[in-house]
């Protein structure tokens, strides 16, 4: 099976108008790089990678300046050696200069990354994570890039922990297909919404079942008391509140911050300074501890998270799907947190987040950490039906999905609407 | 006076064919994204950020997705509060989530700020330099984003940092008038030439006065080991020779390399290992010292920086003048470095970047650490002919520059032969 074409799309969606996604520093339109793999051989590889609108074609063309290393190559040489891969895109010569492994660049290959991963599955007639669960360690382990982080695991050490976590796995695959994995909702708190909504959400979502809520803070500390107060007298005493600050304090604002807020008795504080400051960070998690500090939807590569694990700052790894390389390199990051005994808590949301993630956490339940304590995987039900496998939440869980591959397949008719500029949604922003 | 059109241009030249900016992960073709800021009013501010060949593209794409927040804009009103203008580049509420800070997007948003600093200080009728001495300490601190800084520099202690430096400026600004700034070459050295290359350009630049030389190492100790004995046998025992691994090395590597090339007296290791990794550049300055670890040219803001300073991981701060925000987070990492008391060393090379960073050495010695200690400023002789105003080296220091601007104009007749890819040059190869 060889991949003869990289197609390429700009998707968008127009949800900054209902606030939908607003936050301390973000209100988008949530938006996807969109790749699709052809084969000529009856199966396709789909990828995608996140991004807020504006800009997403910047992405698209990081894109086509990384496909030369994709067309033409065979499947099977590339799942024989995917870390050589993985570096034939990451330490390209001339490409390299613009990150290495960060940002617009790193999302790219991102994109690509996990569409020839979905290739893989699907040719497995497998889920994702059931793939990687099938895995041998050693094979497993042979697609990660160790670059930068042999001083924290080496890969000898990663296979022997694939290898001790085999004990027990299939009563948890058992658990998984039957129970599905831990949810929390992110739906109920954004920051752009008036307090009556925030009240109405929380009580539709209690119905739901929900016991985990997360809202939205910002600068503004009187507002932030304000609406902790009604999260939390709808929520009540014992079900988790989780605070995310989206980076809008400084280091010593958010110390002041968090200690005003601890009475509404936060589980964590998510993102509360700039993703880049780890010492920032550690500094936090000492001063506001027992509040735990979660950081990683913006956390930009493997080395990053090394950092904020040898650290201590986190106490909640919130793994992105698309902006590191791939699934490789998330798994390197769960493999990390597993050594350093944190919980794996993947960011989701935007658009084909809570797909992708769901395959992580499973993955990670079965195979590596084999524990639910402290482990919750986000969700917010946004933009779902566009998606050909939509991901199910189900009495606070997500139900495990079945079907090959990666979940992130769009359907064509949200693909011929949702089409930037061309896209009949958008021609009618247009009219 | 009103920004009326941002013009981008790729220009590239062909560098690569001569294996010149070789070294053990690049290979580039130089390359610059060019910012032209037409105002009507007889004035143009240009800016470019460098880049190594493939992918200038995305980087020209970046700032055409940047440029509506500033066409239409007075150069009045932009210099009455630079912080904001930087923000509303770096905050943009979509096209953050694609940094924030980082890679192609912060390169971009570097190009377009250069420019406008050149158009002010052009307006000044002054070099950049001059330009930035004679800011009062209030302006010029009002033109930094502390976000994210606080931590470890405030405004008002930014102030009264370039308020105490005002003794002697006098004197140091005409000593740099007279003598220029004191630099250091990495012509000779780079990882693609062959040894015989290195000896004779290292008896030329010996010849010429040259008194610190760069050399390149790589993954392969021993021929690490043979190029650093050719290299010192030839420059001698008391002329500095650094060395430069451009990140190839692991954490545990990097030590390893080191001591077994100490016997050749280094001066610093630049770039042992990922440019994001604050706490393996700590542990590496640990285990080298009395060499230095030196970086900055691939650090991609002031938040690095920050931890790198705070955690005492390099004697040597590298800022680079494209890579990061403009002139004005330049200037913050230069405060920061100040404050910390470690010797500000900025990287050059490519194409534009020695023109550049003449201009933020001479500011720093004037105007902020009054010190030439452990200082030098890279020269790599490259590229300088296509510039209207070129850098000079002469008597290993760069000629203090007099021309009004940021010295980066390139020749239009240089555009129009390098333009990619409808450029003279670029239409050669192809042909």
Redesign the interface.
């Known amino acids: 099976m060889k991949i003869t074409n990289v197609v390429v799309r700009d998707i968008r969606f127009p949800t900054s108008a209902q606030q939908d996604g607003s936050d301390a520093?973000?209100?988008?339109?949530y938006s996807a790089t969109y790749v699709v793999l052809e084969t000529g051989a009856g199966l396709e590889g789909h990828g995608l990678t996140f991004?807020?609108?504006?800009?997403n074609?910047?992405?698209v063309?990081?894109v086509h300046?990384l496909k030369h290393h994709v067309v033409g190559r065979r499947l099977d040489d590339i799942v024989a050696d995917m870390r050589a891969f993985f570096r034939d895109l990451t330490?390209?010569?001339?490409?390299?200069?613009?990150?290495?492994?960060?940002?617009?660049?790193?999302?790219a290959t991102g994109a690509i990354l996990n569409a020839v991963w979905d290739l893989w599955a699907k040719r497995e007639k497998k889920p994702m994570w059931k793939h990687l669960v099938d895995l041998a360690p050693e094979q497993l382990v042979s697609t990660i890039d160790f670059?930068?982080?042999?001083?924290v695991l080496k890969p000898q050490e990663a296979i022997e922990m694939l290898h001790a976590a085999k004990a027990g796995a299939e009563a948890r695959e058992a658990e998984m297909r039957r129970d599905g994995y831990p949810a929390y909702t992110t739906s109920t708190g954004w920051l752009g919404y008036p307090d009556e909504k925030v009240r109405r959400l929380c009580r539709e979502a209690i119905a739901e079942g929900w016991t985990a809520f997360k809202m939205k803070v910002g600068q503004n500390l009187e507002d932030n008391v304000r609406r902790a107060a009604i999260m939390r007298e709808e929520i009540g005493p014992t079900r988790k509140l989780m605070m995310d600050a989206n980076?809008c304090w400084?280091?010593?604002e958010s110390i002041t911050q968090m200690k005003a807020l601890a009475r509404f008795d936060p589980w964590w504080i998510e993102e509360p300074?700039?993703?880049?400051?780890?010492?920032?960070h550690a500094?936090i998690a000492r001063a506001v501890a027992p509040i735990g500090v979660a950081t990683g939807e913006?956390c930009?590569?493997r080395?990053?998270f090394?950092?904020l694990l040898?650290?201590d700052a986190i106490k909640f790894v919130q793994v992105d799907s698309c902006r590191m390389g791939g699934v490789n390199e998330a798994v390197a990051v769960i493999l990390m947190a597993n050594k350093f005994k944190k919980a794996v808590c993947p960011h989701a949301g935007g658009v084909g987040l809570c797909e992708y993630v769901q395959h992580l956490s499973i993955f990670d339940y079965i195979a590596v950490s084999g524990s639910l304590e402290d482990r919750l995987c986000e969700y917010v039900d946004h933009l779902h039906e566009h998606f050909v496998d939509p991901c199910v939440a189900r009495n606070a869980r997500y139900v495990t999905p079945l079907r090959p591959g990666y979940s992130i397949d769009i359907k064509p008719q949200s693909i011929a609407e949702y089409e930037f500029p061309t896209g009949r949604v958008w021609q009618k922003f247009v009219a």
């Not at 991004?51 to 800009?55: K, P, Q, V, Y």
């Not at 330490?91 to 999302?107: A, F, S, T």
């Open positions: 520093l973000n209100l988008g339109d991004t807020n609108g504006r800009g074609e910047i992405v063309a990081a300046a330490v390209d010569k001339q490409l390299r200069w613009l990150g290495p492994e960060k940002g617009i660049l790193h999302m670059t930068y982080i042999t001083d980076q400084d280091v010593d300074t700039s993703p880049d400051d780890i010492l920032g500094r913006v930009q590569n080395v990053m090394k950092q040898q650290a």
